[in-house]
């Protein structure tokens, strides 16, 4: 049986919400867990499958997993213990749940030298591919023959090199730096991911004894050392999920505070949702919106952060499709990522679409639809269009949507929002 949820719109959300970690900090921490024998903690994890499956993922290399719930359940902390691998063959069925396991493949080239994939593939927002990842890999001095949906690939010794990506791409940035981090000699990632989550990820390798500097900026620096040890971490708040719950204040013409966020990873969408119309007030890690009446309509080109975030784009055509105006975006990460637009369309908005690009005119009222998500941001963009269309929307296929955001029903429901989860 599949979940779905549903909406009766209508309701200005108020009051304040918490967002939670980051899901693409702790994927990649979890990752580099497996780079030391000692005791890793992560804490304020999120309840989110994509964590659950990379758990899976873990315990089956052999490395020891527990979760524990905290506080009102809201989050948990995660005790990952790897003394010894099991296996560096990363089971193909789970690979296939989470692309982001790839990243495995630096940390097991680190820790044992070895590493057996299943070729990740691309998913509903486009190809995404990996040669990066492995043109990395392979100039740190990585074997990697492909055969067929497997990669194997080994590494007696991993040295140092200069690396340059072709694109800033973050999933290769995170192989890269762990499998450097215990490599002989000094890396360079030029043209490096600049996204929060990289630093994070820097901030955490070097409490476990890594020498790392520039994550954040064009080239990152990698000293390699002989061994890391242990740590106990608290992930930075996700900015994709506290994004989305600014769009869902912004949409209904709420008042709401997001806690637990930091204004400077949502620069960008901050600026878009003034341009809308939007009051918005920034603290030490909250950021207040309140919106009031019809948004202007407002222009979006995805880029690489500092860029505005293609994980933003389908939550902001939500706006957009009610907006005073036609909107312009340019999606330029994925080749397919407006899987949101049919069932805006079906809901009444007025989108055309040309390859990349995406045209927007706003219209006055949305009517609530039955709607499917294809993947998990157009998944929340549809919740949120749910939020503020004339009468009820189901949305199915939420099962994308508990990939990302941990109780995205819960945490809008206690903005005021009618909205509940049925079993189809
Ligand atoms: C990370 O994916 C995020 N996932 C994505 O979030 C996010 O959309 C993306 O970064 C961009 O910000 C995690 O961090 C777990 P990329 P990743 O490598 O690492 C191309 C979400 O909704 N590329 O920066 O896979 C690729 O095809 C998810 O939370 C190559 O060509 O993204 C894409 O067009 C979705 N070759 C672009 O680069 C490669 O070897 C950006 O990809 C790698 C990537």
Known sequence: MRDLLIIEGGVRLAGTVRASSAKNAVLPMMAASILTGEECVLRDVPRLRDVGVMGQILSSLGAEVRTEAVGDRSSATLTIVCRSLSSHVVPADLMGEVRSSIFLMGALLARNGRADLAYPGGCSIGHRPIDLHLQGLRDLGAKIEEHGSRIEAEARELHGSDIRLTLPSVGATENIMMAAVLAT????????????????????????????????????????????????????????????????????????????????????????????????????????????????????????????????????????????????????????????????????????????????????????????????????????????????????????????????????????????????
């Open 185 to 424: 000699g000094t890396t360079l990632i030029r043209n490096a991911a600049r996204e929060p989550e990289i630093v994070d990820l820097q901030n955490m390798l070097n409490l476990m004894g890594a020498s790392i500097s520039g994550a954040g900026g064009e080239a990152i620096r990698i000293e390699g050392v002989r061994r890391l040890h242990g740590v106990s971490y608290v992930p930075i708040p996700d900015r994709i999920e506290a994004g989305t719950l600014m769009v869902a204040a912004a949409i209904t013409s709420g008042q709401v505070e997001v806690s637990n966020c930091v204004p400077d990873h949502l620069r960008t969408l901050i600026d878009k949702l003034r341009q809308a119309g939007c009051t918005i007030e920034e603290g030490d890690r909250r950021v207040f919106v309140e919106m009031d009446g019809r948004p202007r309509a407002v222009d979006c080109v995805t880029l690489p952060y500092p860029g505005f975030p293609t994980d933003l784009q389908p939550p902001l055509m939500s706006l957009a499709a009610i907006a005073d105006g036609t909107s312009a975006f340019l999606e330029t990460i994925y080749e397919q990522r407006f899987n949101q637009a049919e069932g805006l369309q079906r809901m009444g908005a007025d989108i055309s679409i040309t390859g990349q690009r995406a045209f927007v005119h706003g219209v006055e009222r949305l009517r609530g639809a039955a709607v499917r998500a294809h993947d998990l941001r157009a998944g929340a963009a549809l919740v949120l269009a749910g939020l503020v269309a004339d009468g009820v929307t189901t949305v199915s296929g939420i099962e994308h949507i508990d990939r990302g955001y941990d109780g995205l029903e819960t945490k809008l429901a206690s903005l005021g929002a009618s909205v509940r989860r049925a079993c189809a």
